[in-house]
């Protein structure tokens, strides 16, 4: 019985992986280009869930355009953060960016909170809520947009920062901050787009599960924490083992609910320590 | 015949692919002092990271005093008497001058809790001890004045001097010292060396990593040369001047006759 | 030091002043308090690595003391070195498996740990009734001869109780602090690498801190469930460690007086603002950033830069 299932967990799987992918990205982003370590990303993706709700729920906006009018508002917000709060921990000690951070997050969550009550609610749309089926693989409508645009956001990610005057520059801040602001970069600039940008993929994230499972405002914290996790895993600072690493862990929890639905979020964490253990550098050594 | 202080023992170390030491071997006997010089990415702090326990080597042996010194983590190595600077000056930020030279001290102190929190009669010698002898190390490196100043408010050189002075409160019996002489001028150049020799007058051994030809010469009994990780040269100081290899791996013409005269 | 002799009569006579209210229920919460963030500063503030899930100590010492009375009924005297032991004991084994990274990786196993046993807590219903938690966890009494018998389970008697241990704890942090190990504390938090070249172990060092302040927690842990008669898996919530983290934070990290000040004001503050109740960890949000941002040494360094500029003599004509 369990081999028939086979392709099912494997979907399941990528479908929650793609989208820890798009949060761990941005975060890494953050951490390679500003050397910030945002406890507070997390609340990016609430807000994609929450927001595009609040859009579809308050004024009738079709799902399919609440999605992306999501992603600009979260993006938006992600730049007057940037501005506001993360410029200026730049360059102060680790410390006093984590507690800051922590302390934005709890803020943001808190003010979630007072709008919206806890009540956890999916996101209406227009989708059909019959189940679908891919040869092997049952699924609906909402998993399939969610999975193509997860993934295809992740593609357009990898070709930005490899094809594109932005993305290169963006490389160049990740790599040597000083090179780059010798060679003319504007990193000021660069540093807000990467924040501003993170931002938005993880709200994206966020306005595509929201949909597939709930929304509430308490839902930030363990996607921080996910993302944490999929960057312990995949190399801080690393794109691809990001990517890589979200979608080792989507899978690992789909197949951990066969074990045990209770412990599946604590799949993540003896994950962490199992690489601790053995590969304190993370599963991918860096060339 | 008695081992030698320290002894490097056909160490290499590779990383990513690059050879940054390549079976570099040599000797340190107590109260010497040793400069290693070459070009930069020549090996040189990555000779100092494996001594001192700051990095694994890929083959090799390190020994202090004979005895096997590979593995150890940086604190022990300094029990054993090894206490480095760093290329970049390093000190304590918010810590005061006086408070950051007194950590050095706890190199050869250890007390346990339960000594805190009960008091002891060594404990309070100790300590009482500590405030004479930092006194003491602070008058010796010049920073007197500064005791209560906070290390991140000093000068560049002033920071310079704080890190030799947290180091000989540790009592190295060989202290190595990165790149001391960057950054300061002609004369303080020229009390460095004389606080140098100081040290190897009274007992200890000091290795340095320099580029300040003037300081190398005036000041040491060994030169090693290292070239792409690779030791090219031992001897001293007047005999290095004369070697061809070094002279055209490195020095250029003008200093070899600058060695002479 | 006369501060501190003021400040302890204030604390013995508390009782006699304000009789078994609500303000003498807040003290006993505040003592509490006090051993978790001193505890907490020893790590996060002294030795300066950031342990955030230091809730898991506090839980692992409640749940110890709590199952031992309702199972094996045994009273809090044995209830509480228990929990000390039990949550020294898992600061140990976190601590040999956490204090060879540094950075995120440190952090994030730390919060995992929590989370960890917080799922346990919810998911062994077994042992201990899942969410729903455990309750009719008594206070002991003691009968001595001459004296009569002292009922812990009343208000002035538990009083004395978690004052006396908050005092320990915030005696022992004194100790350590101002001594060697201080130093060595010191070094850890503002250089690692210098600190281990002349002879400081920072993985020593660290684990000490680490010991004393999951100790600390399991003892707080156990008088807690012997207070609230309660505890439930919601002990270990990373909510628990972001209060302790403000108490020690805006209080002043690196001081002694620092998280037992912050543990009072942090315990009275949000029963005062009960009518904004809704708005109270934005508030303490607010308040955690704002402070890191611009006044990272807390109360006791806004209290010092105070102290400073008016000790400055006004500048006349020169």
């Not at chain 2, 030491?21 to 990271?49: D, E, H, Q």
């Not at chain 2, 002489?181 to 004369?187: F, I, K, P």
Request: proline share 4%; with cysteine; charged share 15%.
């Amino acid at each position: 019985m369990m081999l028939e299932l086979l392709p099912q967990f494997i979907f399941n799987g990528l479908l929650i992986g793609a989208s820890y992918a798009l949060v761990a990205v941005g975060l890494t982003m953050i951490f390679g280009i500003m050397n910030i370590a945002n406890f507070a990303h997390g609340e990016f993706y609430m807000l994609g869930g929450c927001i595009a709700f609040y859009l579809i729920d308050a004024f009738g906006i079709n799902y399919l355009l609440a999605v992306p009018l999501t992603v600009v508002i979260v993006g938006a917000l992600g730049l007057v953060l940037e501005r506001l709060i993360f410029r200026r921990l730049r360059g102060k000690p680790a410390v006093s960016s984590v507690l800051a951070t922590i302390g934005l997050g709890l803020v943001v969550q808190n003010t979630a909170l007072a709008f919206w009550g806890p009540q956890p609610r999916p996101i209406p749309t227009s989708f059909s809520r019959l189940p679908v089926q891919l040869g092997p693989i049952f699924t609906t409508e909402a998993r399939i947009f969610a999975v193509a645009v997860t993934v295809g956001a992740l593609v357009l990610v990898h070709l930005f920062l490899n094809r594109t005057l932005w993305g290169t520059a963006m490389r160049a801040t990740f790599q040597q901050a000083e090179a780059a602001a010798l060679a003319a970069i504007p990193i000021d600039r660069v540093q807000t787009m990467t924040f501003a940008l993170g931002a938005a993929l993880a709200a994206l994230g966020g306005a595509l599960l929201g949909a597939i499972f709930f929304v509430h405002p308490t839902m930030g914290g363990t996607e921080t924490l996910k993302a944490f996790i999929v960057v312990i895993l995949g190399g801080l600072g690393s794109i691809p083992g990001s990517m890589v690493g979200g979608l080792i862990l989507g899978l690992a929890e789909s197949f951990g609910t066969v074990v045990s639905s209770a412990y599946k979020d604590a799949m993540g964490f003896a994950l962490v320590i199992f690489v601790l253990i053995y590969r304190p550098d993370g599963l991918f050594k860096r060339s | 015949m008695t081992a030698a202080l320290l002894a490097v023992d056909d160490v290499s170390v590779n990383f990513g692919g690059v050879a940054a030491l390549r079976n570099v071997s040599f000797a340190v006997p107590a109260r010497r002092i040793v400069s290693v010089i070459g070009p930069n990415g020549a090996g040189k702090t990555t000779l100092f990271n494996v001594i001192t326990g700051f990095r694994k080597p890929t083959t090799g042996a390190v020994r202090i005093d004979g005895a096997a010194a590979l593995g150890l983590p940086p604190h022990q190595i300094a029990r054993r008497g090894l206490v480095r600077t760093f290329q970049k000056t390093e000190v304590f930020p918010d810590l005061t001058v006086y408070e950051c030279t007194r950590i050095g001290l706890l190199n050869h102190a250890q007390p346990g809790v339960l000594e805190v929190l009960f008091g002891s009669r060594k404990l309070t010698q100790f300590i009482d001890a500590a405030k004479t002898e930092v006194a003491l190390i602070l008058e010796t490196v010049g920073l007197g004045r500064k005791a209560a100043h906070l290390a991140r408010e000093l000068s560049y050189g002033e920071q310079r001097l704080l890190e030799v002075a947290v180091a000989l409160a540790a009592r190295p019996r060989l202290i190595l010292l990165d790149e001391p002489s960057s950054g300061l001028n002609a004369e303080e150049s020229l009390r460095l060396a004389d606080l140098i020799r100081r040290l190897r007058d009274q007992g200890m051994s000091v290795m340095l990593i320099e580029h300040n030809m003037n300081v190398v010469m005036s000041v040491s009994d060994t030169v090693v040369v290292l070239h792409h990780g690779e030791k090219i040269a031992e001897g001293r100081p007047a005999d290095i001047g004369r070697d061809a290899a070094v002279v055209s791996a490195y020095l250029g013409r003008d200093w070899g006759q600058d060695a002479a005269g | 030091m006369a501060a501190w002799a003021v400040l302890l009569v204030a604390l013995l006579s508390a009782p006699v002043v304000l009789g078994e209210g609500y303000e003498l229920h807040l003290l006993i919460v505040s003592a509490i308090f006090v051993m978790l963030s001193s505890g907490l500063s020893l790590i996060v503030g002294h030795a300066g690595l950031l342990s955030l899930g230091h809730a898991a100590f506090f839980g692992l010492g409640a749940y110890t003391s709590a199952l031992l009375y309702l199972r094996l009924g045994v009273p809090m005297w044995g209830g509480l070195p228990a929990a000390a032991l039990v949550s020294g004991g898992a600061a140990y084994l976190i601590g040999l498996l956490v204090l060879k990274v540094r950075g995120h990786r440190f952090i994030i196993t730390t919060i995992a740990f929590a989370e960890i046993a917080r799922l346990v807590a919810v998911n062994t219903v077994d042992l201990t009734r899942g969410q729903m938690g455990l309750a009719g966890i008594q206070a002991p009494t003691i009968t001595v001869p001459g004296l009569g018998t002292l009922d812990f389970g009343a208000k002035t008697e538990f009083y004395y109780l978690t004052l006396a241990f908050a005092a320990i704890c915030v005696w022992t942090v004194a100790r350590i602090v101002r001594s060697p190990i201080g130093w060595g504390l010191a070094a850890v938090r503002e250089n690692e690498n210098l600190g281990e070249s002349v002879g400081v172990s920072a993985y020593r060092h660290s684990m000490i801190a680490f010991l004393v302040g999951g100790a600390f927690a399991g003892i707080a842990g156990s008088l807690h469930a012997h207070y609230m008669n309660f505890v439930s898996p919601d002990l270990f919530l990373f909510s628990y460690t972001t209060t302790m983290l403000v108490m020690v934070v805006i209080g002043g990290r690196t001081t002694i007086a620092g998280p037992v000040i912050g543990a009072v004001v942090f315990t009275f503050l949000p029963e005062y603002l009960r009518f904004v109740h809704q708005y109270r960890l934005i508030v303490l949000g607010a308040i955690l950033l704002i402070t890191v941002m611009l006044c990272p040494g807390g109360f006791v360094e806004l209290w010092e830069r105070w102290r400073r500029r008016a000790a400055v003599p006004a500048v006349g004509a020169s």
